[in-house]
């Protein structure tokens, strides 16, 4: 199956700091997603990335799927941002997706 | 939309002792997936639908059984609970496939003495 490496594996942010968190992933794959996993547990969809760029407010993440790597930049973080980010390839067969280890962010006040 | 619902949201079994973990989802998605999460790692996931009467295995599909009756439940059982199944539980569904935007329960937090 597909290898996804994180990195950093932690993280800890003065509010409104810059951050890139990056993806590597070992195969091919037609599509890639980024999770928030917030300190109560709960998992939210950030991004569905294949490939290029796409933002939503102060985040935003590229895909370049031909050198298998996702970059997910945060900007002016806040406290809210703390938590797990996770990201997840899929395969090409589009029916499994395998997760990172994650990058554990923490964003002090 | 209720989107993904789990239940139990906590539960504690003694080894050996069988029990089914429930996920249902009214967004008439075809894909739904159940994961586990051990503590400061990533999700596993450990089997999957594609749609109603079709399932297959995932990464860690030992200790697991599934069905999908309907689409929107996807049960997750486990017949002899071992102390190695002690995880959060996650539940997922998507319009059509794994590539499509993934849509997650709560969680179930069990443990197994």
């Known amino acids: 199956g597909i290898q996804v490496e994180q990195s950093p594996p932690d993280l800890i942010l003065q509010e409104g700091a810059n951050s890139t968190l990056r993806c590597n992933f070992s195969?091919?794959?037609?599509?890639l997603q980024w999770f928030h996993q917030n300190p109560w547990g709960q998992l939210i969809n950030l991004f569905y990335i294949p490939s290029g760029t796409k933002q939503n407010g102060r985040l935003s993440a590229t895909t370049v799927a031909t050198e298998r790597y996702s970059l997910l930049y945060i900007s002016s973080s806040q406290t809210t941002d703390s938590g797990v980010y996770f990201c997840?390839?899929?395969?090409?067969?589009?029916?499994?997706?395998?997760f990172g280890g994650g990058t554990r962010l923490m964003v002090k006040p | 939309n209720a989107g993904v619902t789990q239940t139990p949201k906590f539960q504690v079994l003694k080894t050996g002792q069988s029990m089914t973990l429930q996920c249902a989802q009214d967004m008439n998605h075809e894909y739904m997936s159940w994961y586990r999460q051990d503590p400061g790692m990533g999700l596993r996931l450990i089997h999957y639908s594609v749609g109603a009467g079709i399932t297959d295995q995932g990464e860690v599909p030992n200790g697991y059984n599934v069905s999908r009756s309907t689409t929107e439940d996807f049960p997750l059982r486990l017949l002899s609970a071992a102390p190695s199944q002690t995880s959060v539980y996650f539940c997922a569904s998507s319009l059509s496939g794994a590539h499509n935007e993934q849509f997650f329960g709560p969680g179930t937090r069990l443990t197994v003495l």
């Open positions: 997840a390839p899929n395969n090409n067969a589009g029916n499994m997706l395998t």
């Open positions: 195969d091919s794959v037609n599509n």
